[in-house]
């Protein structure tokens, strides 16, 4: 007989969600819905008729943790629908904030999932604000990887959490010299720390995928080695920035695009009738709950070629570097290389940054109603936002934000796992979800994107 | 840990860009934790799931009144905190969400957002979009000295919170217009500067001396009416800004 | 009352020992040459200072953006910019008499100028600006710890660009492009030609033109600042000096230690300190009863009093 459990809310993430689980006897996973429950304050809708200059500010705001993505994507589907393409420089900066965004947030995950591991040869789980070595030694280390990624944004976005530099056409300033010495400093420093962070946290997440049972609020759960597998499949559209409709040969096909509402795919209500107390912290919902994910869930499920796929570190590592690593500990550790990288490009950014060279577009148009769009790596995976605008309005505007799309891979992850581990699967996602709620399928009907783009 | 004062956070319907804000304080974080903050839950860096009984609550994001959990979050949150703090333009002003009108997918009947202070009585304002890491900082210290400190310091903390009370108290909306309704036409700016240098969306330039803002670039975050020294400022307070930032570092350190 | 020249570790009369900054500054130099030195010193990366528009348009990347043509010459109108040499500190020398939001760069100087420390020069409310953002920064995001040193100039009054276009156009009966300087002492507005005119007028004349905001201001020797200046209470081409604050006094010690200055006793020099504190008690007694005023202004409403 399967039972049903909830965790609500999650913890550890961005925003609110929450796990129903249908669980077997044993407690295994045997479907999983992972759904958001943060309100929907429908940025897509109340964009139209903005000018395409705000909307972009607004769209930043859907997410303080990747908002350098949405303000880029969006700023960037404004352009591609008037059709502007921007200076070289210009481009260099949003090259180097979004890396800077990147950083800090690899870091912040770092503080996120530390309290699920142990200290290697230990049966002591983490606790990253603990004044104790080792780990306030580590503690501090990703608090200055973050301040360097975040200072560095600062500067070439003009602020690291909701950048203003930014501006259809390119951006409002270019850095000085000065500026540009700084940044490079920085990034020097911090490629040293990235190396020793990326170095002792994949040496914590090996040892914690080593074991054979894990500590879940007392209760000793066995841990499988396929833990967080799933075969969906991935979509990343480059191994760091993104592309858009004005590039020749675009890494997205928004043809292959589509998406449906939770209707289809989440279970519908339930009962909870498994309460686990001991679960941290708190314990689950309490036993005769209701649960209804279909009718509560906020999101939709996108889907390419027809199926929910996998976005974020390890699907640009699988699509760029033949990574081949699966489940939470290959998503974890795909994360974690991409410290490096994301430092390594950012200098040669700024090597490639002429603090003289202009910044901004001659020449603005107004736009005349084509449909752009254009994408953007986030740290959590794809970001994909689609425009069109007519006459410096903004008739129409869409956001396929990343952790929507992972909201239904990470339900078939769940699959095949003890339920008292669906938080640390979910996890390794890197989840960031009321940028989640934001997301909406085209309106009349799905085609409507995919025809007017071939037109 | 009896000497800090015990601190909750509540997520509504904000972007967790204050969340980010806070961590932001870096190293001073982690100070903060050691010494003045017991950090009882927070859905996001803290593992606690649910709201509890507390000194001070942060609450960021503004309250979507169609969304029966984050009425019952907010008013639980005011009923178990004796100080609430309305932290970033969302809780205090609506920012962003002021231009929701529902009609989007997968809940088209959210559609109203209220700020935390049209709902609940909100004690103090950390305005901004997203609010600074130094204000929340100053903030933090100044509650604690305010419960735990000496006399002084408790005096020093009033007088320091007093202009964020009042700007709880003085109402729940924010704009560009409130340079033009409550500093130009009220005969008081003189063009400082300080409006165009907050505003983080770049929505104020300054024209022969004096503001001009984009109206539709705003976003009604409320940091240029805060920021500038004509909406409200205390000489008791300001004129002893080198010792009291001094004590706030020290305090850090 | 006391109050009115502010807290001040010590108070003299001085001029730079540097005579091209003499040859350009207002007074004695002391901004331009305190800034100079501690950009040497490696006390401030840069500086916020008021440049003219012409320097503005050559240099658009250091100057704060507007939306005004700049194409077209308006001599005598500030732009604030970011400099980060001597050459531009001394371009910028000079006191123009309307209002350069030198504050509106302040956060934009720690950006895209790549400044970790900002020295920034400013009228009293402007340090009153600073200060407040230092303390509440509401929207000036890692801003504060980087300001370096902040230098005032004491200041009775300022004007929109339009009204001093019209003191020399109409009451002057001189060209804007063909003022020397512009200058307030001795109870009069002076305006001197590039060709030796010198005209006068009653500062009752200036009155009307006066900037509104001006009225409730309540400081007038730039309490706030690390180190503030003025001519008034020295001779002509010195001026009067407070150090103030813990940073103020140190920059000072070590610009003196390195003859940056030359200087003379408050108490020795005419007309002195005496004529600063009537001025300042003028002023405040003056804007003190603006405010009250403004308590009763209208029927049963008052006007807004932004002191708290
Ligand atoms: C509006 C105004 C009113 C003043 N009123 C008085 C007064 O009543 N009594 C008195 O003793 N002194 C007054 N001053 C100050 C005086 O005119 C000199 O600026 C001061 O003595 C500094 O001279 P200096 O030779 O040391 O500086 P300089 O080396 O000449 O440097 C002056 C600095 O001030 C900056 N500056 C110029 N204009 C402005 C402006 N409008 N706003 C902000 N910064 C500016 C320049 O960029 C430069 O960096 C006033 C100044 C202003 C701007
Ligand atoms: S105030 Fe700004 S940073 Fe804070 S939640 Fe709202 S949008 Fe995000
Ligand atoms: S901050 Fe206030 S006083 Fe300063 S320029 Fe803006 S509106 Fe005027
Ligand atoms: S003008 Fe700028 S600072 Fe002022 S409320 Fe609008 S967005 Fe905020
Ligand atoms: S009189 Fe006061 S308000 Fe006016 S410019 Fe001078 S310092 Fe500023």
Redesign the pocket.
């Known amino acids: 007989m399967s039972k049903v459990v909830e965790i609500s809310p999650t913890t550890r993430h961005e925003g609110h969600s929450k796990l129903v689980l249908k669980v077997n006897d044993a407690g295994i996973i045997e479907t999983g819905n992972w759904c958001s429950i943060t309100p929907v304050r429908g940025v897509e809708k109340l964009a139209v008729g903005k000018t395409p200059e705000q909307v972009p500010k607004i769209a930043s705001r859907v997410c303080g943790i990747c908002p350098i993505a949405h303000t880029i994507a969006a700023t960037e589907a404004m352009e591609a629908s008037i059709k502007c393409e921007i200076p070289k420089d210009a481009l260099m900066l949003r090259h180097i904030l979004q890396l800077a965004n990147r950083l800090h947030s690899i870091a912040l995950h770092d503080i996120l999932i530390l309290p699920d591991f142990y200290i290697p040869g230990t049966e002591t789980k983490i606790n990253p604000f603990t004044a104790e070595e080792p780990v306030r030694s580590v503690a501090k280390r990703i608090q200055r990887l973050r301040e360097i990624g975040q200072t560095i944004g600062q500067i070439s976005g003009g602020e690291c959490i909701h950048p203003s530099n930014t501006r259809v056409g390119g951006m409002y300033r270019n850095c000085s010299e000065q500026a540009k010495t700084k940044m490079y400093d920085l990034a020097k420093e911090g490629l040293v720390l990235a190396h020793q962070q990326a170095e002792f946290m994949i040496a914590v997440i090996r040892n914690y995928h080593k074991r054979d049972f894990v500590d879940v609020g007392g209760m000793k759960v066995a841990l499988p080695k396929n833990l967080g597998f799933h075969d969906q499949g991935y979509l990343a559209t480059h191994a760091f920035y993104g592309s858009s409709s004005l590039e020749e040969c675009p890494s997205w096909d928004p043809n292959r695009f589509k998406e449906v509402r939770p209707w289809d795919w989440y279970m519908g209500e339930m009962t909870v009738d498994l309460e686990e107390p001991k679960y941290p912290i708190g314990g689950t919902t309490k036993i005769g709950t209701k649960v209804n994910p279909q009718m509560e869930a906020c999101t939709g499920i996108p889907m390419y070629d027809g199926q929910p796929v996998e976005v974020g570190p390890r699907a640009r590592l699988v699509t760029y570097k033949y990574f081949d690593e699966k489940g939470t500990q290959g998503q974890n550790v795909a994360r974690e290389m991409e410290y490096q990288d994301c430092l390594y490009e950012m200098i040669d950014c700024i090597d490639l940054l002429n603090p003289n060279g202009k910044v901004v577009a001659d020449y603005i148009p107004d736009g005349d109603g084509s449909l752009g769009w254009a994408t953007n790596e986030a740290p959590r995976g794809t970001d994909a936002h689609i425009a069109r605008v007519k006459d410096w309005k903004v008739q129409y505007f869409s956001m396929l934000v990343p952790t929507t799309w992972n909201f239904a891979t990470c339900s078939k992850a769940l699959e095949g796992a003890p339920w008292q581990l669906a938080e640390v699967i979910m996890r390794g996602y890197d989840p960031c979800v009321s940028c989640a709620t934001h997301m909406i399928v085209m309106d009349e009907d799905n085609k409507l994107v995919a025809q007017k783009l071939i037109q | 840990m009896a000497d800090k004062i015990t601190v909750g956070y509540t997520h509504l319907s904000g972007c967790t860009g204050c969340t980010v804000a806070l961590a932001d304080n870096y190293a001073g974080l982690l100070t903060l934790l050691d010494k003045y903050v017991d950090l009882k839950y927070m859905p996001t860096l803290a593992d606690a799931r649910h709201i509890q009984k507390v000194d001070v609550s942060f609450v960021e994001g503004s309250c979507c009144i169609n969304d029966k959990l984050a009425v019952e979050e907010l008013k639980e949150t005011r009923e178990k905190s004796a100080v609430v703090v309305a932290l970033g333009?969302c809780a205090c002003y609506g920012n962003i969400t002021r231009f929701s009108r529902g009609g989007q997918q997968n809940q088209p009947a959210h559609e109203a957002y209220l700020p935390i202070g049209d709902v609940i009585k909100v004690d103090v304002y950390i305005p901004g979009?997203a609010p600074t890491p130094q204000m929340i900082r100053n903030v933090a210290v100044m509650a604690y000295l305010l419960l735990k400190g000496t006399k002084e310091q408790k005096d020093l903390a009033t007088a320091f919170l007093k202009p964020l009370m009042m700007a709880a108290q003085k109402g729940t909306t924010?704009?560009?217009c409130?340079?033009m309704t409550e500093v130009i036409n009220q005969g008081l700016c003189m063009g400082c500067g300080s409006?165009a240098a907050?505003?983080?969306?770049r929505?104020?330039t300054h024209e022969y001396g004096k503001p001009q803002?984009v109206r539709d670039?705003?976003?009604?975050?409320?940091?240029?009416?805060n920021q500038c020294p004509r909406s409200w400022f205390s000489f008791d307070v300001v004129s002893n800004y080198e010792a009291i930032n001094e004590a706030i570092m020290a305090a850090l350190q | 009352m006391g109050a009115e020249l502010g807290n001040y570790k010590s108070c003299v009369s001085a001029r730079s020992t540097d005579k091209e900054i003499l040859r350009h500054a207002q007074d004695g130099g002391i901004v331009t040459q305190l800034f100079g030195f501690a950009l040497d010193e490696g006390i401030i990366d840069g500086a916020i200072v008021a440049a003219t528009k012409e320097f503005a348009h050559k240099h658009p990347e250091k100057a704060m953006m507007d939306n005004s043509n700049m194409e077209f010459h308006e001599p005598w109108r500030p732009i604030p910019v970011v400099v980060t040499t001597k050459a531009d500190m001394l371009a910028a020398a000079g006191t123009k008499y309307n209002i350069s939001p030198n504050v509106s760069l302040i956060k934009e100087a720690t950006r895209s100028f790549g400044l970790d420390k900002v020295g920034i020069v400013g009228t009293p409310c402007q340090m009153q600006a600073v200060r407040k953002g230092q303390l509440y920064p509401i929207?000036l995001r890692d801003v504060g710890s980087s300001i370096a040193l902040a230098v005032g100039i004491f200041c009775m009054e300022n004007f929109p660009y339009q009204s001093i276009i019209q003191l020399v156009e109409d009451h002057a009966a001189m060209k804007m492009e063909s003022v020397r300087k512009m200058e307030i002492g001795k109870g009069k507005f002076w305006v001197y030609g590039k060709r030796g005119q010198v005209v006068q007028l009653p500062l009752k004349v200036t009155h009307k033109y006066e900037q509104p905001g001006c009225h409730v201001c309540l400081d007038y020797v730039a309490n706030l600042a690390d180190v503030s200046t003025g001519s008034v209470g020295s001779p002509d081409g010195w001026s009067t000096v407070f150090v103030r604050s813990k940073i103020g006094d140190s920059v000072w010690g070590k610009a003196m230690a390195a003859g940056c200055f030359e200087t003379q006793p408050i108490e020795k020099v005419k007309p002195g300190l005496e004529l600063v504190t009537k001025l300042a008690n003028e002023k405040i007694t003056k804007n003190k009863k603006t405010l009250e005023e403004r308590a009763t202004f209208g029927v049963g409403k008052a006007l807004r009093n932004p002191y708290i």
């Open positions: 333009g979009c924010a704009c560009f409130d340079l409006c907050a505003c983080p969306v929505a104020i803002g670039l705003c976003i009604k975050c409320g940091a240029c009416y | 929207g």
